[in-house]
């Protein structure tokens, strides 16, 4: 059995008051971050994307087994064929009756359709895969746990660091997913969890006019 070996933890430590400064910064910036829709096809450096997967990847995950891939996908030819592939898809979910009407109710204030001219303009797609198992160096299966929390958190993690440099992004679940696993070439043990398009807003950008929750609905303090 693998043995428990500790090492020592430096945390980064602030003042009372930096802390309550940075809460409330960072907060404020959060509270900017909106799922778009609408994108300018303006390049985004590798680099950037690289950065906000290494910073996704230091999410806690079940075991710490990490059970999530990053696919990153620039290519027009590649961008294309998934957004051909996608809108096959929603055009059933959203027009074929694969969606109830109190769902397609619930995303009329939205302004979503079928259509998603995104997938080829956004510079960068990145489709996250969640790793339903392992696979060791001698080919057996190795469990993974808590997969969903985890990729969901690196998810999070990930929509985090892209806001916080400047770029936007949207969780885009195209349903169902299956078609990326086969146009990206991915192993069995993968299964998309979501696609996640990537740039800069178009200049003249719209975004439903959505409000978040008040503390008092979210919190409770007993
Ligand atoms: N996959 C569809 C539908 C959709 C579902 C939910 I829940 C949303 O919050 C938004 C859209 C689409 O991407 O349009």
Redesign the pocket.
Known sequence: MPEYKPIEYTPPSFSGSEMRQRARAFYEHMSQRRSVRDFSDDNVPQELIELAIAAASTSPSGANRQPWHFVAISNPTTKRQIRVAAEAE?RE??LGGR?SPE?ID??AP?G???Q?PFLEVAPWLVVIFEESYGIDTDGSRRKNYYVKESVGMACGFFIAALHNMGLAALT????PMGFLSDILGRPENEKPYVLIPIGYPASNCLVPDVQRKPLADVAEWV
Not at 172 to 175: A, G, K, Q, R, Y
């Open positions: 929603e979910s959203y969606m769902w619930a995303l939205l979503t359709d079928w998603k885009h679940t195209p349903s």
